[in-house]
């Protein structure tokens, strides 16, 4: 019995992780939380890409979001292709369409 | 080199197709981009794969080996790919299709009374984490350097991590594993149908398959069993910086018996000075000449940092009375042995950051930017025994090649329980072509030097597979011979990571691979 309130246990939380989405559909999320989701590890305050970029953009911009101009083919290029010292990102693991949005949310600039 | 016919890859692509979804399989150009080393000490194209596809469930794998044993289309496994300075994605060979599993990505099972987790490939430590810390589950991960890669994957390749936890090999217990003839096997007590302690007990009946499937290229592991330590009261951390460089080797002679004695139960890492400068910015704003920064450059920047020569935390983690008195035994043992005092601080709870528990981080990668350039690493990770006049041996033999290569040592010595790993970057700028041909060379060199001294890597990058292969070279490589007998006979296809570790299938070794 004990071993069953374990499992049930964990089924419940399966629910609630980021890794798994099996039964009710999940609402998508917005593209500026698909870029902090998929992005955030490394383009976000402190982040790796950050410092790095900090060192070879204009002051201000080293974020992603606070790019005067970040064109979308130029993201979705970097992205597949990585640049520097920032590994490339396959379709595998980000989706054509999610990095579209991601590309199109840091185009138009927040 | 066998190159897998147009024909036949276009007719296996079709049916992997059919198997995941044509959007769940890349060819030319997009694969080889997507899979190539993004940290390549060469021409990451040259060992960049034909196609890839990415299964989303164990049936789909089951499903893509009947084809490939069918078709004899070698496949190249992958959890998450990002094992950066050991190849990252990239295969060792370019004529195969990558089996990626970055989208078998579920937390399967989470055992909170038995301290255990079950995982598929894709699974990051980022994932465990948030699954952990979001439900508020008693449980403590451990995680390497940065926590982008897969678990499975890390602990396949022996990965460390820093709690008591962090020998992950050792903390695997029960795996399910896709055959190259793409059935499925259950190891361990997984091999009872109906089994309670898969997940609790590692041995089973007969001969123990956990370890063979690790570092290997006999089966293709879609989900394991980790056991994951119970959340501490409190962790201590006692930091040490080691000002003289030659203090290494008592305090690793210090360190021995209370590692042995299980006083120190997680694994401290002692960094040297690059180490630490590096996770802090270019080293141009250090210094802008070419080859080894000079010593006493290098000490003007170390003290201006506030950095030693060797870096280390001996944390402790558990109960705040047994952690008090393991404090004063670590404390007393150092007292007069080294020119250093401890700095003591406490972690009770609340916000992980600073607790020993990892955090999602990629700020290990930051290194990479130490020469500018888009940077790359490769990295050398031999064992060294948990002595300090064979780790110094070791330390000053590595650093005067590396030195002698014109290579700054960027190094370190984490402590297993009784060995210690020593581990080594070459970093490097990819824009460089003479950097990059002296990285390579030195690597060669140092595998060979390794090995006259009784030195084998625990891991290494897929580039060098063959080399350090080789020089595990006992009774005329009996060990290499004994593992190709084994994957001729369970992959007599040879379609399972060809060449993975330097063990080749039969008809690679008879196409002189």
Same mark, same amino acid.
């Given at each position: ?6 499992? +049930? ?6 629910? +609630? ?10 609402p998508e999320p917005s593209d500026e939380a698909l ?15 950050? #410092? ?27 992205? #597949?292709?990585?640049? +520097? ?9 980000? +989706? ?15 | 080199?066998?190159?897998?016919? @147009? ?13 995941? %979804? ?14 190539? &080393? ?11 794969? &034909? ?13 893509? =080996? ?33 089996? &990626? ?47 982008? %890669?897969? =678990? ?12 008591p936890y962090g020998e992950h090999a050792s903390k ?21 149908? $109906? ?5 609790? *007990? ?47 080797? @008592?305090?690793?002679? =210090?360190?021995? @018996? ?7 139960? !997680?694994?401290?890492?002692? $960094? ?27 000490? !003007? ?15 402790? *983690? $558990? ?14 043992? *150092? ?15 609340? &916000? ?97 030097? $390794? ?42 296809? %040879?379609?399972?990571? @060809? ?15």
């Amino acid at each position: 019995m004990r071993a069953l309130v374990s499992l +049930g246990l964990a089924a419940s939380l399966a629910l +609630g992780a980021a890794a798994v989405a099996q039964d009710a559909p999940v609402p998508e999320p917005s593209d500026e939380a698909l870029f902090v989701e998929k992005c955030g590890l490394c383009h976000l305050e402190g982040g790796f890409g950050t #410092r790095v970029l900090s060192r070879r953009v204009p002051e201000g911009q080293a974020l992603l979001q606070d790019r005067e101009v970040l064109p979308a083919a130029f993201t979705t290029m970097v992205v #597949r292709r990585g640049i +520097g010292s920032m590994p490339q990102i396959r379709a595998a693991e980000l +989706g054509d369409a999610q990095l579209a949005a991601i590309a199109r949310y840091l185009e138009a600039g927040q | 080199m066998i190159p897998i016919p @147009p024909e036949t890859l276009a007719r296996a692509l079709a049916e992997f197709a059919r198997i995941v %979804g044509a959007d769940n399989v890349w060819s030319g150009d997009t694969a080889r981009t997507s899979y190539a &080393d993004a940290m390549a000490p060469r021409d990451p194209a040259s060992y960049a794969p &034909d196609a890839a596809v990415a299964p989303a469930s164990t049936d789909e794998v089951q499903a893509i =080996v009947r084809v490939a044993a069918e078709l004899g289309v070698p496949l190249w496994p992958i959890s998450r790919g990002k094992n950066f300075g050991y190849g990252g994605a990239a295969p060792h060979i370019p004529n195969v299709v990558m089996l &990626d599993m970055v989208r078998m990505n579920r937390i399967l099972e989470c055992n909170v009374e038995m301290g255990y987790v079950v995982v598929e490939p894709g699974v990051s430590f980022d994932d465990l984490y948030h699954y952990l810390v979001d439900n508020d589950i008693p449980l403590w991960m451990s995680a390497p350097a940065h926590t982008w %890669g897969s =678990v499975l994957g890390n602990a396949l390749e022996r990965g460390v991590g820093y709690t008591p936890y962090g020998e992950h090999a050792s903390k695997v217990c029960g795996m399910e594993v896709v055959t190259a003839d793409g059935s499925l096997l259950r190891t361990g007590m997984g091999a009872m149908a $109906g089994s309670q302690t898969w997940h609790g *007990f590692p041995y089973g009946y007969g001969p123990s398959w956990d370890p063979a499937f690790m570092q290997s290229n006999f089966g293709v592991v879609t989900r394991m069993g980790l056991w994951l330590m119970p959340r501490p009261a409190q962790t201590l951390n006692l930091a040490m910086k080691l000002d003289r460089v030659e203090d290494l080797s @008592p305090a690793i002679d =210090v360190l021995r @018996p209370l590692k042995l004695d299980g006083t120190v139960q !997680a694994n401290p890492s002692l $960094g040297n000075v690059i180490r630490s400068l590096a996770t802090r910015g270019p080293r141009s704003a250090l210094w802008q000449g070419s080859g080894p920064m000079p010593a006493d450059v290098l000490d !003007a920047a170390r003290q201006q940092a506030g950095v030693g020569h060797w870096n280390f935390g001996i944390r402790l *983690f $558990g109960d705040p009375d047994v952690n008090a008195i393991n404090a004063r035994k670590v404390r007393a043992a *150092f007292a007069g042995k080294v020119q250093a005092e401890f700095e003591e601080s406490e972690w009770t709870g609340g &916000d992980l950051r600073g607790s020993g528990h990892p955090t999602p981080t990629l700020a290990a990668l930051g290194v990479v930017d130490w020469l500018g350039g888009p940077g790359g690493h490769l990295t050398f990770s031999p064992v060294s025994a948990f002595s300090g006049a064979e780790a110094w041996k070791q330390y000053t033999l590595v650093r005067g090649m590396y030195e002698e290569a014109g290579f700054d040592y960027y190094g370190g010595f984490t402590a297993g329980q009784r060995y210690l790993n020593h581990i080594t970057m070459i970093l490097f700028n990819r824009n460089d072509q003479d950097m990059c041909d002296r990285a390579n060379s030195l690597f060669t060199r140092l595998i060979e030097v $390794g090995a006259q001294n009784g030195w084998g890597e625990y891991r290494t990058h897929t580039l060098f597979y063959d080399e350090v292969a080789r020089s595990y070279d006992y009774n005329n490589g009996a060990m290499r011979r004994w593992n190709e007998r084994v994957k001729d006979a369970v992959d007599p296809q %040879g379609i399972i990571a @060809p060449g993975k570790m330097g063990i080749w299938p039969r008809r690679y070794r008879e196409a002189g691979e």
